[in-house]
Each structure stands twice: as structure tokens, then as C-alpha cells.
């Protein structure tokens, strides 16, 4: 009996043998192959391989040469050609545009999924390196010839996202993957930081459309070739972004690895993020490359019968047996099958209790439910190879490191990370759940030196994670409120005085005696005298903008946070009279307190620029020599506010009254 079963199995075996070679013969081709997981389940059986791609469309862009008012890159069609010899020596047929206008970029990106889109058996890969560009949410590619984005013209010239999606929806391949190494918003795909890793299983092979950018709306991305070096190094296997260490580098994985590469590299002021496209057609699969000196190659191998895996048509030759050692070598092979369930029926019914001679599936050391969720480092963790204090160190995490969490150990205060190594962990009290955007948020003023950066940061993210520490700077940075100028003290010497002041009045403080004045020249016997000042009255008047001013200044290109700033309007009261400068401090005036105290020149001149956004600093032009010529009658300027505080402070001591900075709502109501 024994030798008649043991016929029959092999008898099964030969047949889908046979059945597999006839697959080769009838549908072998060119193309990728990679072996599958039976699930997505840690140590999951392998599920034999399949054929995922009978060909490698690649379409790479660079732009440099901006001609119509977009400042011009410097390594954008370098990138572009280091990626399309990168993705040569992947097997991929690759067409390498640089510089295109806009009627081009158009053209090349419809004909690309169209045309090469056409063969569903095949997979397309897009790479773009040039200006992005965000209005109101909606994200653009930036052509060379677009004017500037406070022109209505680049509404018409620059390329919508939403148009983006409309053109992946054209092809007919399983499997499109851009990668855009430029900033704007999600618009068409739910953006995340990376998403968590998976195995490769059959979902795999459903159809998808990803996308990646090498930073968000907002963001500075930066033109020195980082991101393009770090893409390629994942494809050619130099670095770890294989985290599930299976031989494959998928779509899914490559985001991961790029944002927590790019957010290391720029301390967060560059956070890559990845996605598929809203729709329930396009958004299962995942793009898959094959890493160097992996066995599955392209090559030629078979399509196994239209999909279906080894195990598939394992299943199909044995689900009728009545033998329950076909079903046992099912098992066998597949432990955690996707037929296991029924194997198991099979067996029990045909014979009976001998199913429990099986070897029983063993359990994991420990279990781990399924998160994903940003976190931050709440200070310095080490991070374990397992989830025990004991555990290998795998490596160290700084105070304020974003982490994306991708599990919770059961029964334990741990959580389970992504990490370019694999799955690490870290002690649970040592992270906190945090908003993606409050960090970015506080990873770009956390050293600012500004009270109004942090005032901004609290209007946005009151309750916060870093809401008391943007509170304890704010109040550091604040200074305390000075007492009013006195209009009427009483001098320490003899003076003659006023006998009263009155809105509109002027004086000046001279060797310690207050003195009424309406022009610069020291009183007769007077060595020192302090700035003119004005009387202004107690009062109230409405601070802020009207809101048609705020559309105003956003139609005409401003900044909507700048426009935010403005609104809403409300009433600010002044309480008492308080004396103002009633010029600005002059270029002679500063240069006696230098002359004086020996105070530096401080950090020079600086100049916005308002393309980049950012303050550019003017080499060698200080308060002495700025940008133009000044006489002592001039006011000061490339002073910043430590110098004007250091000012105060010595023209306080000077004539033995308080003199301090206006507030923003003092300044108004004087102008």
C-alpha cells in the first residue's frame, strides 16, 4: 500500500513537472521573474515564482536651463543622466529628454504612457528633475519656458498634477512608478513619509500607480545630486533600502528608504514623500526591482499558465485526491499556504486522527501588532534588534528623530520600527506619536532666534508636542515690558522745564534733565542728549487687514501664511501715552555707542531674496559700508536685533531713563 501511495505522488509531481515545462514552452519570454511569499506574514512559506514583467520602459527628464524668470539648475540633466545609466544596467529601455519646454513636456509624457504604456506586460518608470511648484494645494511640474508663478501665464504653461494622474490612467501596464525630484503637494496620491514594507505575494502583481518626491510643498530641495545618489545606490544594492532582506527593492520600500535617508541628510528640511494613485484600480500593487545577484533575474522563465503560481497548480492537481499523502506533502511545502485550511479538512476526513502527527506551526518568540504611525525620539534612544534592553544595539537615535513606527509588541512596552537595516525596536517611553507637519514645522525655527517664529508656531499648533518649549523660547526671547516713559519726571539737576506735555510735543533727555526740543542740536552746555522723542496719546484702533486685502495680496502671489499673518482684524487698546523716537536711529548716532562700548558689526548686511525665500547674507557690507552710501544723517541699517537691544541698553545708561523697542501694536498706532 505504502509503495502504491508513494507512485502516486510521484506520478502527481511528474505531472505538474510536465505541466510547467509545457507553461515554458508556450509563453516563455524576455522579461522579469520573482518568487513570491504565500502571505505577507514574517517567515511566510515561498509561494514559487512568477513572471512580473515582460518589459522595462524608463522616461527621464531633467530641466536646466529655465528661461522666462525660474532661477536655473545645476545638476538637474546630470541626475537625469547618472539614473537613465543606472536604469540601463537594470534591463530598463530608456528615453533621456533634457531641457523641454512646455509643448514638449506635454507631448514626451503622453506618448511615453500611451505608446510604451500600451503593453500591459510591461512596467514604466519616470524620473523628473527640475522645479515643482505648489498654489493652493495643487501641485505643478515646472517646463523650461514657464514664466513666473505670479503670472497667470503659468497656470497655462506648468503641467497640474490632476493632469499627471489623467496621463498614468493611459497606460495599460500593471506597474507605473515616478519618481520627481522636486517639491510640491500630493494632489492626485495620498503622500506619506514611506510606507511599511511588505513581502512580496500575488497583491504584489496588481495593478499600480506610485510616486515619489524628493520633498514636500514648501521645501528647499536641494540641487547638489544627494537624492539622485542615494536612488541609485538602492538600485544597485549599496545601500539598505531591501528591508525585508528578500532580494527586491519595491516601490513601497524605495520611499521609506528616501525619506529616512533625505530627513537624516537635511535634519528634516527635506522629507521625501511616497504614494499611490486615489483610485481603487491603481493602488494594490507595487513596482518591483530586482537587486544584483539575485536569482531572479531577467530571464527567460515560464508564465505559469496565464498567473497561477507553483502553488496554485500544486493545489489544482491534488484537490480531488483521495490520497492524504498529497494533501501532507501540500503541507509540506506550504505550511502557511493559502489552501491550508482545506488541506487540513482534506486530511482530517480522509484519515481521520493520524492529522495530528503533523509537526505543529511553532509560534513566535514574541507578536507584534501592525501599526503605522510617525513618531519622534522624546531624547536619545538606542535602538535593539530585538524588542529587549539586552538585544543587539542595532544603532542610536538622537532627541527629536522622526521614526516611522510599524508595530506594537504585544505584552511589552515596545514598538517596532522601520529601519534601513530591517525591523528594529525601541522602548516605548522613549517616543511620542507626533503631527508630520508640527515637526516640520518645529524643525525649521527650533533654533530660531526670532519671538515671531515661535508666536507662528503656537497660533498653528497650540496643544502641540512642542508647544510648552516653543512657549518657554518665546518667552525667553521676549523682553520683559519696560515701564512707560515718564513725560513728566523730575530732573535730578536744575533744568528749565515744561510745564506740561502734550500729544504731538517733543523733547530730549540731556544729562539726565528732560528737555523740550524740535531739532538735532545739543542744548548750550549739555555734553549728551538722547534721541528727539514724540508725545503719542493713549487710544485704540483696529490692527489687521480687511479680508479682501488678504485675497488681494494672495492673487497678486504672496505668501497665504504671509496673508494669514494679517488676519483677522481686532481692536488693540493703548492704555497710556508713551513717548516715540521721532526719527530713526542714525548711522552717527550708532556709531557713537560703537565708538564707546567697542560693540562688533554684528552679522553684516543681508538681502531677501524672494524667489528662494530666504535671506542671503551681502559678503564684506556691514552698518559702516552697506549697499550704498550713507552720511551720519542716514539711518542705520544691517543691524540686527541683538545689536539695537545692546543700542538700548547703553543709551538707558546714558541718560538715566528706560528706552526699549516698540511693540509690533505700538509701531502701528504711532505710524
Not at 503659468?154 to 517639491?183: Q, T
Request: with cysteine; net charge positive.
Amino acid at each position: 500500500m505504502a509503495v502504491q501511495r508513494a507512485a502516486a505522488l510521484a506520478a502527481a509531481v511528474i505531472a505538474i513537472a510536465l505541466m510547467f515545462s509545457t507553461a515554458t514552452l508556450a509563453t516563455g519570454s524576455r522579461g522579469v521573474t520573482v518568487k513570491l511569499k504565500a502571505s505577507e506574514a514574517v517567515n511566510a512559506a515561498d509561494a514559487g515564482e512568477v513572471q512580473l514583467y515582460g518589459a522595462s520602459h524608463a522616461l527621464v527628464i531633467g530641466i536646466d536651463k529655465y528661461t522666462n524668470g525660474w532661477s536655473s539648475l545645476s545638476n538637474a540633466v546630470e541626475d537625469a543622466r547618472v539614473v537613465a545609466k543606472e536604469l540601463e544596467r537594470q534591463g530598463f529601455r530608456v528615453s533621456l529628454k533634457t531641457d523641454l519646454k512646455a509643448d514638449a513636456l506635454r507631448t514626451t509624457l503622453r506618448g511615453f504612457f500611451a505608446i510604451k504604456g500600451a503593453d500591459p506586460d510591461a512596467r514604466l518608470f519616470l524620473w523628473y528633475a527640475g522645479h515643482g511648484h505648489t498654489i493652493g494645494g495643487e501641485g505643478f511640474m515646472v517646463p523650461a519656458d514657464a514664466p513666473p508663478d505670479t503670472s497667470p501665464a503659468f497656470l497655462v504653461s506648468a503641467l497640474p498634477m490632476r493632469d499627471f494622474g489623467s496621463l498614468v490612467r493611459l497606460a495599460r501596464s500593471k506597474h507605473v512608478l515616478s519618481i520627481f525630484d522636486s517639491c510640491f503637494s500630493g494632489t492626485i496620491f495620498q503622500a506619506r513619509a514611506g510606507a511599511t514594507p511588505r513581502a512580496i505575494t500575488n497583491k504584489t502583481t496588481k495593478p499600480v500607480r506610485q510616486f515619489i518626491t524628493s520633498g514636500d510643498a514648501g521645501q528647499q530641495v536641494r540641487d547638489d545630486g544627494s537624492f539622485r545618489e542615494y536612488f541609485v545606490r538602492a538600485l544597485a544594492g549599496e545601500e539598505k533600502a531591501d528591508f525585508n532582506g528578500d532580494g527586491y527593492v519595491t516601490g513601497e520600500e524605495l520611499g521609506l528608504f528616501l525619506n529616512q535617508q533625505m530627513t537624516a541628510l537635511t535634519s528634516a528640511a527635506q522629507t521625501p514623500k511616497s504614494g499611490k494613485l486615489h483610485d481603487v484600480r491603481f493602488n494594490q500593487g507595487d513596482f518591483v526591482f530586482v537587486l544584483p545577484g539575485n536569482g531572479s533575474t531577467a530571464r527567460a522563465t515560464p508564465a505559469f499558465g496565464g498567473g497561477m503560481t507553483p502553488e496554485m497548480l500544486f493545489w489544482q492537481s491534488i484537490q480531488n485526491s483521495t490520497d492524504p499523502d498529497m494533501f501532507a506533502e501540500y503541507l509540506r511545502q506550504y505550511p502557511t499556504g493559502s489552501f491550508g485550511g482545506l488541506a487540513r479538512l482534506k486530511m482530517k476526513k480522509l484519515q481521520g486522527p493520524q492529522i495530528a502527527s503533523l509537526p505543529p506551526t511553532p509560534e513566535p518568540a514574541f507578536k507584534v501588532t501592525d501599526m503605522d504611525g510617525r513618531y519622534v525620539a522624546l531624547k536619545r534612544a538606542n535602538v535593539r534588534a530585538e524588542p529587549d534592553a539586552k538585544s543587539r544595539k542595532v544603532t542610536t537615535f538622537d532627541a527629536d528623530t522622526l521614526v516611522t513606527v510599524t508595530g506594537r509588541v504585544e505584552g511589552a512596552d515596545w514598538y517596532r520600527i522601520a529601519h534601513a537595516g530591517g525591523d528594529a525596536y525601541v522602548w516605548k517611553p522613549l517616543l511620542e506619536a507626533v503631527n508630520e507637519a508640527e515637526f516640520n514645522a518645529w524643525s525649521k525655527i527650533k533654533d530660531s532666534k526670532r519671538p515671531q517664529d515661535f508666536e507662528k508656531f503656537l497660533k498653528a499648533h497650540p496643544k502641540g508636542l512642542y508647544a510648552d518649549r516653543a512657549s518657554r523660547l518665546l518667552a525667553a526671547l521676549t523682553p520683559a515690558p519696560a515701564p512707560q516713559v515718564a513725560l513728566a519726571r523730575p530732573a535730578p539737576v536744575p533744568a528749565p522745564r515744561p510745564q506740561s506735555l502734550r500729544a504731538g510735543d517733543t523733547f530730549r533727555d540731556c544729562d539726565g534733565a528732560l528737555v523740550a526740543s524740535s531739532g538735532p542740536a545739543l542744548p548750550s552746555g549739555a555734553s549728551f542728549c538722547g534721541p528727539q522723542m514724540v508725545v503719542v496719546p493713549a487710544g485704540s484702533f483696529t490692527m489687521g487687514s480687511q479680508d479682501s486685502e488678504r485675497k488681494w495680496y494672495v492673487a497678486q502671489g504672496g505668501k497665504q501664511e504671509g496673508a494669514d499673518w494679517e488676519t483677522p482684524q481686532h481692536n488693540v487698546r493703548i492704555p497710556a501715552a508713551f513717548a516715540v523716537g521721532k526719527f530713526e536711529v542714525s548711522k552717527g548716532q550708532y556709531a557713537a555707542f560703537v565708538r564707546e562700548t567697542g560693540h562688533s558689526d554684528g552679522d553684516g548686511c543681508f538681502v531677501f531674496d524672494t524667489k528662494a525665500g530666504k535671506w542671503n547674507k551681502e559678503s564684506g557690507k556691514s552698518w559702516r559700508d552697506p549697499n550704498y552710501s550713507q552720511s551720519d544723517s542716514h539711518p542705520a541699517v544691517c543691524v540686527n536685533w541683538k545689536d539695537a537691544r545692546a543700542y538700548l541698553a547703553w543709551l538707558s545708561r546714558k541718560t538715566g531713563q528706560e528706552y526699549r523697542l516698540l511693540s509690533e501694536a505700538e509701531w502701528e498706532y504711532a505710524a
